[in-house]
């Protein structure tokens, strides 16, 4: 296949991804003023329910901009060589292929950062802000990023130069090196990353004793469920919205709650929130995504192996020194629908594990205080009570808090 039908095929991809997101977008939209079901009519009172539809429209007319914006960025760059110029920056500083690819990747990486820059703080600062969420400093959203520029220099320039050193020495066996350390990464990384990488940003606390903590430690050991490490995490510092989750294994394993969700629910409804949690861990969920991770990440690395060396696809993104990492950008292009599919799949058997893990928070405390702590945090949040169910199938990772609602209470 010639370069040019190659960078055809990119341009296509590209754009056929944009314009099914945006449909989906828009029939989401359509929904956006569909009456709110009879179950979930106790959500928003009405003042409410007039904000959460005027925060869904704004978000909507946003990420149409932001997404168009992006899309014109990347063809632009695709159109008139953009990739080529960066080749020739990274090649004029250094003959070394791991620093040519790690001098490339960056420059892409941080002017894309800071070209979309502006859009992250609008979001934050107008969007988020005018709608009473937004919580975050300049100083922090600014430390963030830096920190974020910091870890991605690390992690990923890490991760990148050891790819293209086993590419050197392995040649096209290369992927059953980077697969072994990838999959080492993600088992450290699950295990550590809330002792490593969120005290960079957060700050967490061990939950104090009181009322509260001899509740959660009655239902852990109810279920028999070893549980030592139940941290409360300083979200309020960003945001005003709420969240609890679930991270680590074994030893490490732990449940972070937010100061939000402590501040917003109910006692019952903690516990409640917790349980589910528990479920996710009791019903193997970790697990299961971690070796379905690794497992995807295996053939993904495997189908790169044989397409890499092609020096077609490094021409075909006008790049004219053909080059591991000229051909992993074409590579991620071309390769895009199919992880689109296994995304799709991934966020199916997400959903089936929200209702196991609240199926076990019912059948172990109470589906009842469940209910209205998914009702008060849809209510904070602001969140849609009424997605079309196109746009629910592809981004969803959650069922609806109808489909919630319906499950708990049968
Ligand atoms: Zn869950």
Request: aromatic share 16%; with cysteine; hydrophobic share 45%.
């Amino acid at each position: 296949m010639s370069p040019q039908t190659i960078f055809y095929i990119i341009i296509a991809i590209l754009s056929i991804d944009f314009i099914v997101d945006k449909i989906l977008d828009s029939l989401n939209a359509k929904n956006f003023d569909n009456p709110v079901p009879e179950a979930l009519a106790d959500v928003y009172d009405k003042e409410a329910y007039k904000k959460s539809q005027a925060y869904k429209k704004t978000n909507y007319k946003f990420s149409n901009i932001s997404s168009l914006f992006s899309l014109c960025l990347t063809l632009g760059f695709f159109f008139f060589d953009g990739f080529e110029y960066v080749d020739e920056i990274a090649r004029n500083i250094s003959n070394n292929e791991v620093i040519i690819a790690l001098i490339f990747f960056g420059i892409i990486t941080f002017a894309s950062d800071i070209i979309t820059t502006p859009f992250s703080y609008y979001h934050t600062f107008v969007i988020e802000e005018k709608y009473g969420f937004n919580k975050t400093s300049k100083k922090t959203f600014f430390l963030d990023k830096l920190k974020g520029w910091l870890m991605l220099t690390v992690l990923g320039g890490g991760i990148l130069a050891l790819i293209i050193w086993f590419y050197q020495i392995a040649g096209a066996n290369f992927w059953i090196y980077a697969w072994i350390m990838v999959a080492v990464f993600t088992i450290f990384m699950n295990m550590f990353y809330s002792k490593i990488i969120v005290p960079l940003f957060n700050k967490q606390t061990p939950l104090e004793d009181g009322s509260l903590k001899t509740k959660i430690e009655n239902y852990a050991a109810k279920v028999g469920f070893q549980l030592d490490n139940i941290f409360v995490i300083d979200g309020s510092k960003r945001s005003t919205k709420a969240n609890a989750y679930f991270s680590g294994f074994g030893k490490q394993k732990r449940i972070t709650l937010f100061d939000t969700l402590v501040n917003d629910l109910e006692e019952e409804e903690i516990v409640a929130v917790l349980a589910h949690e528990v479920g996710h861990y009791k019903k193997k969920h970790i697990i299961f995504n971690i070796v379905a991770s690794i497992i995807l990440t295996g053939i993904t690395l495997f189908i790169l192996s044989l397409f890499v060396n092609v020096p077609e696809l490094s021409l075909a993104i006008g790049v004219n020194q053909p080059s591991f990492h000229a051909g992993l950008i074409a590579f991620g292009i071309l390769y895009s629908p199919i992880s689109e599919i296994t995304g799709l799949i991934m966020n199916y058997f997400s959903r089936k594990f929200e209702y196991q893990a609240d199926d076990f928070a019912k059948n172990t405390y109470a589906g009842e205080p469940l209910v209205t702590s998914l009702k008060k945090l849809s209510k904070n949040s602001l969140s849609n009570l009424t997605p079309h169910p196109a746009y629910v199938f592809v981004h969803y990772s959650h069922p609806t808090l109808l489909e919630r609602f319906t499950n708990l209470v049968k």
